[in-house]
């Protein structure tokens, strides 16, 4: 039975539970439960926090587990990446008080860095030369400048507007792009093949929608120009002399823009459906 760790709070998971009921997977009902078993699928979810989701995969407690790039590497574990899943995107970056003295990472010698992940931040200014005192906290950190434990701050940015709230700018290079992942132990486990397959078709699935349409067959080159999916469209002859369906795959934010092209080249009934799974 492969046993998976996933988030039980904060921004990972929410869309972690999504993905793997969209794959197929039974999740646990009562929010406050700390192990599910999926017997049907041959597999047992631990709901973890997020922060600890690579130590337990990383010593091989657990078989794999969905966490953020920016916790793997903070861990110091040695669990690894398998898979990007597509969600959670964030830069890991420095900020200090705008019009402030620290604009960049060599002026934080001998500074008070706050942040949630000190490895994260040690690591990146030591390999840099710069010799900075690391304050942790829990979360909130854009505050620690304010209330005068820190010089600068070093966080999470999606947005960028919890910074611009707390009157902090960005500066220097980015320490991490981070993405929520799917990570393993050093040793890949029996049934993490298939997980995996199972959540790039829910990538898939989310990513793409499968057009269709009927064509004249003298303009399948251009058409297979505007929208040439995957492999290549599926042309099926119609019950009508010269013309075709054709199937293809489209990305799903480029959809309209297709049908509007393909429509102005001559498709007729043109129409739109979703994935609601795949396998590649
Ligand atoms: N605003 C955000 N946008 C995108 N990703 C984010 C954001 N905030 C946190 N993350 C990502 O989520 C993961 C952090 O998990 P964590 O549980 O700490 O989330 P959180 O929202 O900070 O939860 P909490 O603060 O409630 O503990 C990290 O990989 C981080 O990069
Ligand atoms: O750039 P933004 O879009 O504003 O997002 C970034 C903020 O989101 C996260 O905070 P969260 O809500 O998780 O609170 P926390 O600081 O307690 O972790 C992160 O720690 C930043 O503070
Ligand atoms: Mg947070």
């Known amino acids: 039975m492969l046993r998976v760790a996933v988030p039980n709070k904060g921004s990972l998971s929410e869309i972690a539970a999504e993905m793997l009921a969209e794959a197929g997977y039974s999740g646990r009902r009562d929010a406050r439960k700390l192990v599910h078993r999926d017997a049907r699928n041959d597999v047992e979810f631990f709901y973890l926090r997020p922060r600890d ?13 969905i966490t953020g790039r920016d916790l793997l590497l903070d861990s110091g574990s040695e669990a690894v990446e398998i898979s990007a899943l597509d969600f959670a995107d964030s830069t890991f ?30 690591d990146f200014l030591r390999e840099r030369g710069v010799e900075a005192v690391t304050v942790k906290l829990d ?6 400048v304010e209330l005068g434990v820190a010089d600068a701050v070093a966080d ?13 700018e960005i500066f220097g ?18 049934g993490t093949d298939r997980l995996l397959r199972r959540l790039q078709g829910v990538l898939v699935a989310r990513k793409y929608v499968i057009l269709e ?8 080159e251009a058409a297979t120009e505007i929208a040439s999916g ?3 469209p599926t042309v099926s002859p119609l019950n009508k002399d010269g013309w075709v369906a054709v199937r293809v795959m489209v990305h799903r934010d480029d959809a309209n823009e297709v049908m509007d092209r393909l429509h102005d080249l001559g498709a007729k009934g043109i129409f739109v459906t979703q994935v609601h799974a795949a396998r590649f």
């Not at 989701?53 to 587990?65: F, K, P």
């Not at 980015?174 to 486990?189: F, H, Q, Y």
């Not at 349409?213 to 399948?220: A, E, G, M, T």
């Open 53 to 65: 989701i690579a130590t337990y995969v990383g010593s091989g407690a657990l078989d794999v587990g």
């Open 93 to 122: 970056r420095f900020a200090a008080p705008a019009e402030g003295e620290i604009r960049e990472i060599a002026h934080l010698d001998g500074r008070r860095v706050a942040t949630s992940y000190p490895k994260l931040v040690d």
């Open 139 to 144: 979360g909130a950190v854009e505050s620690a």
């Open 156 to 168: 999470v940015v999606s947005t960028g507007a919890t910074l611009r709230a707390a009157g902090l």
């Open 173 to 190: 290079p980015v320490i991490l792009e981070s993405t929520a992942l799917l990570i393993g132990g050093p040793e890949r486990r029996e």
């Open 213 to 220: 349409y009927d064509l004249p067959d003298s303009l399948i």
């Open 230 to 232: 995957i492999e290549s």
